[in-house]
T-cell receptor, first 114, second 113 residues
Framework: KAGVTQTPRYLIKTRGQQVTLSCSPISGHRSVSWYQQTPGQGLQFLFEYFSETQRNKGNFPGRFSGRQFSNSRSEMNVSTLELGDSALYLC?????????????FGQGTRLTVV | AQSVTQLGSHVSVSEGALVLLRCNYS??????LFWYVQYPNQGLQLLLKYTSAATLVKGINGFEAEFKKSETSFHLTKPSAHMSDAAEYFC???????????FGKGTLLTVNP
């Protein structure tokens, strides 16, 4: 059973540009969440999607957006990149939206903004 | 609101010694608690989870954790550290209807030969 796949693994962008990250969840998983990981702030929740609907959003500016497709694949977009957006972006998928179901994480996309 | 506090950002032990990583949580609803491990340049891997079925939870790689409601703690232990245990460990809590994990800041475990 394939795990969570995130593409690309590494990305370098210039300030002001926009970027799109992709996440393919484990087959059959309908919930996809995104997290930002930085040395200073740790792991912070961005948003969660289930069946193409955003159910929860973290405390990030509107430059951060996401969507989920009918096949459960998800993308997140960051517009007008800032240096502070440099981070490891992790995607996680779950089979069931209940609270006791563990999230399976991808290897992440390392975004560097220069 | 939920929060997690991991005491000690860096723990160093000798190979074969006891590993104890501390986690305290705050939750207004019955919590679900998780421990994840992250190796360099990798994602997070689940070690174990507490879902109210049993207070002592056994996980992978010989790790276990005990849920203590009175102390709002969920400390992670392993009787004998191995070099391969060197990694960063994250405690996380979920609960209610917010469909998200709230993570602690992480504890970097170093294992000395």
């Amino acid at each position: 059973k394939a795990g969570v796949t995130q593409t690309p693994r590494y990305l370098i962008k210039t300030r002001g540009q926009q970027v799109t990250l992709s996440c393919s969840p484990i087959s059959g998983h309908r919930s996809v969440s995104w997290y930002q990981q930085t040395p200073g702030q740790g792991l912070q929740f961005l948003f969660e999607y289930f069946s193409e609907t955003q159910r929860n959003k973290g405390n990030f500016p509107g430059r951060f957006s996401g969507r989920q497709f009918s096949n459960s694949r998800s993308e997140m977009n960051v517009s007008t990149l800032e240096l502070g957006d440099s981070a490891l972006y992790l995607c996680a998928s779950s089979s069931n939206p209940t609270m006791n179901t563990e999230a399976f994480f991808g290897q992440g996309t390392r975004l560097t903004v220069v | 609101a939920q929060s997690v506090t991991q005491l000690g950002s860096h723990v160093s032990v000798s190979e074969g010694a006891l590993v104890l990583l501390r986690c305290n949580y705050s939750s207004s609803v019955p919590p679900y608690l998780f421990w994840y491990v992250q190796y360099p340049n990798q994602g997070l891997q689940l070690l174990l989870k507490y879902t109210s079925a049993a207070t002592l939870v056994k996980g992978i790689n010989g790790f276990e954790a005990e849920f203590k409601k009175s102390e709002t703690s969920f400390h992670l232990t392993k009787p004998s550290a191995h070099m391969s245990d060197a990694a960063e460990y994250f405690c996380a809590v979920s609960g209610g209807s917010n469909y998200k994990l709230t993570f602690g800041k992480g504890t970097l475990l170093t294992v000395n030969p």
